[in-house]
């Protein structure tokens, strides 16, 4: 039983990071969101923390339950790279264990004896009356405004680590605490305002209040002095009024026009795109699939392909461009599809809008690109890496530097051609939706992707789910058009109206999505798309002045 009491916070920090994993897909299980972080917070503070170096035994722990969230909700990374997905955890397990190190930092410590020796004689007597058993009276959970103060450092941390997380190192922002909420469309309408940081925000102090109240219950029965909990009644009405705002937000209907899209989800597998002798199979099959959405009456205005389409850049193999503007010339519909783009030097995953029956060529060249996915950082100068990666990545592609707006045939449809994880990061995004001298903005989010490095793997499920809220920080809807899934129309608020299944309800199918979707005419910009992740940098501020607080304070005592 010693043994056994002596691991429970180890248990406790990998229960943790499962919960956490089982917000997502394939678990789905979203609401243990709000529960996921108490047993990491209850081991960090009700366990060791008599011990000079609790700030490293909070820093392992913290670890332990990173490790074990990334290991399991990026398991889907073993379908490329079982070392790389292994490896890339222990980077990612940091900003966890940098959140439990401040979850000690802030550890609410009762009263020390200086403090009870400098009391009046009353307030001896009535500690000691009710101090039978430990915890006292004068403990500082029972405090409501302690509490809160508390929940809201730990939240501003967490959303200053999830920020971090999405930018340095090119950043691997995705499945933050916020994120788990996608299919809540009441709750995520927040994010026109705060991004998904506000979220995950919420989220985190949720978890806080929701420990704090625990053990406060437990204080108030073993002293038997009761006061009213405003810490969770002031949780919960900020929860409700989140509610209550995306209720309403919802409930907004701006002008709109429609606009007729088809989606092409060729399922081709990843071995099979660039191989030679595959190459005729893939352009009858895309031929086929694009004459199907063609034949549709009326016929769509765009018609979208996936990224990386064809077997050759468009723009320089012949056989690929033959191909492509052969069927672009034999319809009136605009082409929209993700190719390889080169130059004298370099390559570059792109985007291509073909209009005027192949007259008028429009190109974009991705902004962001994956690390280890479409480029080896330090290739050259650290070779171990280029192993590790191995032939996935032969060569580096390029980043471009403009955040091009396509513009369709029907001149008031301006489309953000967002490629692959684009979609997930929401600073990018609204850099296509901004204005400037050369465009009014984009009114249409298009994600071109191939997520078949992944197979029928959670992956591209979750890659959705945080492509969802990119919808909602702009009020623009989305096409995404997927190799191998998930292709699917959103709307504006965040909520899928249209999705591409087999007959089994899996996404994993070759067809063809077509449909309507509600293009905004005179469309507003949100607080987000205005100031970006100015919620996040605000946290980041909170959580700079308090380190420096708590730190000083600690000296000051000391001292």
Request: a neutral charge; charged letters at 15%.
């Amino acid at each position: 039983m010693k043994e056994i009491t002596k691991l429970w916070p180890w248990f406790a920090a990998v229960c943790s990071g499962v919960l956490y994993a089982l917000c997502f897909a394939p678990f789905n299980l979203t609401w243990f969101c709000w529960i996921a972080l108490t047993p990491l917070i209850g081991a960090i503070w009700f366990s060791g923390t008599g011990s000079h170096h609790s700030w490293l035994r909070s820093l392992l722990l913290g670890y332990v339950a990173g490790l074990t969230f990334f290991w399991i909700v990026f398991s889907w990374l073993t379908t490329v790279t079982v070392l790389g997905w292994f490896v890339l955890q222990f980077y990612m397990a940091i900003y966890f264990a940098i959140w439990a190190w401040f979850c000690d930092l802030v550890r609410p410590r009762a009263p020390d004896k200086k403090r009870l020796r400098a009391a009046s004689k009353w307030d001896q007597m009535l500690v000691q009356a009710r101090t039978a058993a430990p915890p006292s009276v004068q403990s500082p959970w029972t405090k409501s405004t302690s509490n809160l103060r508390l929940a809201f450092v730990l939240a501003a941390v967490w959303t200053t680590l999830e920020w971090l997380r999405g930018w340095v190192f090119s950043g691997f922002g995705w499945n933050g605490l916020g994120v788990a909420l996608h299919d809540n469309w009441p709750l995520i309408q927040i994010t026109e305002l705060t991004g998904v940081a506000g979220l995950s925000f919420l989220v985190a102090f949720a978890n806080v209040i929701v420990i704090t109240t625990a053990y406060r219950l437990v204080v108030e029965a073993r002293t038997r002095v009761m006061r009213p909990h405003f810490d969770f009644t002031v949780t919960m009405a900020g929860i409700v009024g989140v509610l209550i705002f995306g209720i309403r937000a919802a409930q907004v209907a701006p002008t709109t026009k429609p606009l007729r899209v088809a989606a092409v989800q060729s399922n081709v597998p990843q071995n099979q795109k660039f191989d030679p002798d595959f190459t005729r199979r893939i352009f009858d099959q895309f031929h086929r699939l694009s004459e199907i959405a063609l034949r549709s009456n009326p016929p769509p205005d765009l018609l979208v392909w996936p990224e990386s389409s064809m077997p050759g850049p468009v723009l320089s193999d012949q056989q690929s461009r033959e191909f492509v503007m052969d069927l672009a010339a034999s319809s009136e519909t605009d082409l929209l599809l993700g190719t390889i783009d080169v130059d004298e030097r370099n390559a570059y995953n792109a985007a291509i809008l073909i209009s005027d029956g192949g007259e008028r060529v429009q190109v974009y060249r991705k902004v962001h690109l994956v690390p280890f996915g479409e480029y080896v950082p330090g290739r050259h100068n650290v070779p171990l890496l280029a192993q590790i990666v191995g032939d996935q990545v032969p060569a580096d592609f390029k980043a471009g530097t403009e955040y091009t707006v396509f513009t369709l045939t029907n001149s008031s449809v301006h489309v953000a051609p967002l490629i692959c994880f684009e979609d997930t990061i929401g600073e990018l995004t609204r850099q296509f939706v901004l204005p400037t001298e050369t465009s009014a903005g984009a009114n249409v989010l298009v994600d071109m992707t191939n997520d078949a490095w992944f197979r029928r793997s959670a992956g591209s499920h979750q890659h959705l789910a945080n492509a969802i809220f990119r919808t909602v920080e702009t009020r623009r809807p989305m096409i995404r058009a997927a190799n191998t899934g998930v292709t699917c129309f959103i709307n504006q608020f965040g909520r899928i109206t249209q999705i591409l299944q087999d007959d089994t309800g899996s996404t994993f199918t070759e067809g063809v999505l077509a449909g309507e979707i509600k293009v905004p005419v005179e469309p507003e910009f949100t607080f987000y798309v205005r100031h970006g992740e100015l919620f996040a940098k605000a946290c980041t501020a909170i959580t700079l002045l308090s380190l420096l607080l708590v730190v000083g304070f600690r000296r000051w005592k000391r001292a």
